[in-house]
């Protein structure tokens, strides 16, 4: 059985939910007080936590891995291992002024006082680029820190952007991405590490399949040989007779990036009924 920790409520917490969904692991989420609770069909039990606690949670054994963003993960100082990294809850960690400010680099921000809730980052970035600012640190509305003259400039999550061009301030420097991660403890017998490892395979057949399309079509047979070069799928595509005679049904994967470029040029080399299909595991 290992533990997993997740956000209780919050920006991680329903695609962290749909995460294990996709996974094939099943809980009933029981009343929103429950703070764990134990897969039905996986050696899994699931802690409902802050994110801010979940890093520390896992480095004293408490639970032996969790999603958190890489901003709390690197706020904290922590030392564990990312197993995995997730995809969603994206964003930037970014420092940003009043628009009327005057700014050309940097070593503008030279003593001024800046709001945030990460200050271990800010710190970090200030250091690293010799800048003698102050760190105001508070919880949280950190945007509105200069608007009432508590901070000349903030250092905070953008996602948007709404949130800052509300609040009247224009991002100035990107510090850092962050996207949901999955982490683990160093310290996992091999019991743990057996069902860690069946959990990271089930994400990575999420994962790949929502980043792939199943394609079909129809094609003469004499154009096969071309299309089956633009359809680079997992190894050769199925090629399948249709019963008018003199064409076939090809099946392959492509990738969902280059997915519109492949069609046209499909198109072009003949391809007909071309149908795109949502794929829900992919194991290669
Ligand atoms: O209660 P708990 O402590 O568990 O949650 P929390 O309030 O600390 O965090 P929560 O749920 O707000 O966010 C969890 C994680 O989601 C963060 O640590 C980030 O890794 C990630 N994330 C992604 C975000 C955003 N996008 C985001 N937009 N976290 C916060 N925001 C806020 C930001 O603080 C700002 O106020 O949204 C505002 C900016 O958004 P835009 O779209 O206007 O730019
Ligand atoms: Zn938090």
Redesign the pocket.
Known sequence: MITLAL???????KKSLQLLQDCGISFTNGSSTTLKVDAGNFPMQILF?????IPECIADGAADCGI?????LFEKGSKLDISKKLGF???RLSIAIPKAMIYNSAKDLSGKSIAT?YPKILQKYLDDNSIAASIHEIS????IAPGIGMADAIF???????????NGLKEVETVMT???VLLSSPALNSDKKEILNQFLFRIDAVQKAANSKYILLNAPNDRIDEISKILPGMKSPTVMPLAESGWSSLHSVINEDDFWQNIERLRKAGAQGILVIPIEKMIV
Do not use: H, P, Y
Request: hydrophobic share 25%.
């Open positions: 956000q209780k409520s919050g920006r991680l917490n936590l802050r994110d801010d606690d958190v963003g890489e901003n709390v809850s994206r964003c809730s949280g509305s950190v945007e905070d999550i953008v996602s948007t952007g709404s949130t800052l061009f509300s962050s996207q949901a």
